[in-house]
């Protein structure tokens, strides 16, 4: 794990979990901080940027980086959503470890990509892709339908046995990747009748499209996919920062 991340996630749990650092206090200087952590100033600098961008803290010109003034039960409701957040990287299967998760697959074949799925994935239409269709259930439920397109070159090996598990544990356990973030964009639509038998809805029913491009450490793009949830199963929340130019 690069050095900023470490940072960022030893600060982060300071102010969400330690109560080391409060709603309004002032963080230690980045001269100090690089001499807590043994780092230099551009390394301490992307990791209070994370903490930044996630709305956590900020900065202000000539006095210093300071904790934002949020309220325990938004501190609460922060500390979830990030543990959501890394919770997704981790797939489905971890996400609801605790209930009985079983996949049903509808489709498990490998393709020449489309030019939008070969843009995404960084490889040419020459290459060849899985293509794999399933339904996630949680307890006997049907509560997702994953689209999902991989590189066979950088995951080697795929079988139906994994698809009917979990497609993550075999990319950490076995190919000993780590992944590390993902790109997503979310939009509401009605149901199609394909989505609709195999969710148990009726046709047009909301539901919610994740499309999402998932990236290794490495920078390497290893999925493009599109969830479709059920929109009564479905919660999204964010923190919107602006940008300083």
């Known amino acids: 794990m690069n050095k900023y991340i470490e940072i960022s996630n030893e600060l982060r749990n300071h102010i969400l979990k330690d109560n080391l650092y409060h709603p309004n206090d002032q963080l230690p200087c980045e001269k100090d901080l690089c001499i807590q952590y043994g780092a230099s100033k551009m390394t301490i600098k992307k990791a209070l940027d994370i903490l930044v961008d996630e709305g956590l803290i900020y900065k202000k010109r000539g ?29 489905f299967s971890r996400q609801y470890a605790k ?6 697959v509808l489709e498990f074949s490998v393709i020449p990509p489309t030019p939008k799925i070969a843009s995404n994935l960084h490889i040419t239409e020459e290459d060849f892709v899985y293509k794999i269709i399933r339904v996630r259930n949680r307890n006997g ?67 919610a499209v994740v499309e999402q491009i998932a990236f290794l450490d490495n920078g390497m793009p290893f999925e493009y996919s599109f969830s479709t949830h059920k929109a009564d199963l479905f919660d999204f929340s964010a923190v919107i920062v602006k940008k300083i130019p």
């Open 141 to 207: 439920v049907p509560c997702v339908i994953e689209e999902t397109y991989m590189p066979i070159d950088l995951i080697p090996g795929l079988k139906m046995a994994h698809l009917e598990s979990s497609i993550y544990a075999y990319i950490r356990q076995t190919l000993h990747y780590e992944i590390q973030s993902s790109h997503v964009r979310i939009r509401a639509k009605g149901a199609s009748e394909f989505i609709a038998r195999n969710l148990q809805l009726e046709p047009g029913s909301p539901v």
């Open 63 to 91: 006095h210093g980086t300071f904790v934002k003034g949020l309220s325990q039960q938004q501190l609460d409701i922060m500390e979830e959503n990030l543990c959501n957040t890394q919770q997704a990287l981790t797939g």
């Open 99 to 104: 209930e009985a998760v079983t996949s049903t």
